[in-house]
């Protein structure tokens, strides 16, 4: 969202409304062009973002924006911007990816899609970020199919050029991302076992899953050859990409994989579960894919053979064509 609301900056006048579930931070304030507002909201564990008043700006504020664009099926906001739909057209981003990822929030499910269907009935246009999404939506939520398009997200490919390799006496083995159940790093700490000693799984990202994975890192004794990273500077994290000799995501569920395009950009390959999105991402050249469940077997075989390749930049996107992909899609929904 950042590197879109920065470029539609340069030549639209554009308000990203936020929540600020911590407080602290300035509830106005203008950022490389882009107006922000944040609003004060309840996210237990990270999650659902209820606001009072983000809600109660949308009602009283919706009909003064040409577009309103709201992003995250999983999340609350979106909803309050279809509630509020006024002269404004709609476009609804969702980020969907079918499920909850906790027992809770499955349940949650269930009530929450009969009501949430009020932002697909709403929205003049469903941009859907892979073909993956496009079709999940489509067949759980009864959709016309013309009313859902694919903008795939970006790579702002400059930040990526001159960044040089540093040179280390292990093999990184990376995974970048939230810590969750699903996102299967537990198979990346039990494969270690499998793998020569010079290998290192870096794991930058953190999550209600973290305290697992310490501790089974610790009961299978590659405590040591785990590392745990959060809360780095851009440049950090871009380092990381580079400095990595594989990428490794075994998500079961994704609507698209930023750090997998972000590691192609480094030139890092990948290897990813061969479900969800991820299976868009797989070439045999680039990215690598794993069937489901995870064979750790195959798993130790296929990082050995895919560790230290050059990948290539193919695939990706850059922000400035995603964003002027966007930009198209609005003037056409303004000028019906």
């Not at 960044?163 to 700490?189: F, H, M, P, Q, S």
């Amino acid at each position: 969202m950042k590197n879109i609301a920065e470029k539609l900056a340069r030549n639209f006048d554009v308000t990203v409304c936020a929540t600020d579930p911590l407080g602290g931070l300035p509830k106005e304030e203008e950022i490389d062009g882009v107006k922000v507002k944040r609003f004060k909201s309840w996210a237990p564990n990270n999650s659902y973002f209820f606001s009072r008043q983000l809600r109660k700006y949308l009602a009283e504020n919706s009909g003064n924006y040409d577009i309103v664009d709201a992003h995250s099926y999983h999340d609350l906001p979106a909803f309050y911007a279809a509630q509020a739909k006024n002269r404004n057209k709609l476009v609804f981003t969702p980020h969907y990816h079918g499920v909850g990822h906790t027992f809770f929030r499955n349940l949650l499910h269930v009530p929450y899609e009969l009501f949430s269907k009020k932002i697909f009935e709403k929205a003049d246009k469903i941009v859907c970020v892979s073909n993956y999404e496009k079709k999940l939506i489509i067949d759980h939520f009864k959709i016309e199919g013309k009313k859902a398009i694919v903008i795939p997200n970006g790579v702002n490919l400059e930040e990526f050029k001159g960044l040089g390799k540093t040179k280390k006496d292990y093999k990184a083995i990376l995974y970048v991302g939230r810590l969750e159940k699903y996102k299967g790093v537990e198979y990346l700490v039990r494969v270690l076992p499998k793998l020569d000693k010079d290998k290192t799984l870096e794991v930058v990202g953190k999550g209600a899953h973290k305290k697992s994975l310490v501790k089974l890192a610790k009961n299978m004794g590659v405590e040591s050859r785990v590392r745990f990273y959060q809360d780095l500077s851009r440049g950090e994290l871009l380092k990381k990409f580079k400095d990595a000799d594989v990428f490794v995501s075994l998500s079961e569920y994704e609507a698209f994989g930023i750090s997998i395009a972000e590691a192609i950009a480094s030139k890092t390959p990948c290897i990813v579960a061969n479900k969800s999105a991820l299976k868009e991402w797989i070439d045999g050249k680039n990215c690598f894919g794993i069937g489901y469940p995870i064979d750790l077997e195959e798993l130790a075989s296929l990082i050995g053979s895919v560790i230290g390749k050059r990948a290539g930049t193919s695939k990706l996107l850059d922000w400035n064509e995603v964003t002027k992909r966007i930009v198209n899609l609005y003037r056409a929904l303004l000028d019906v």
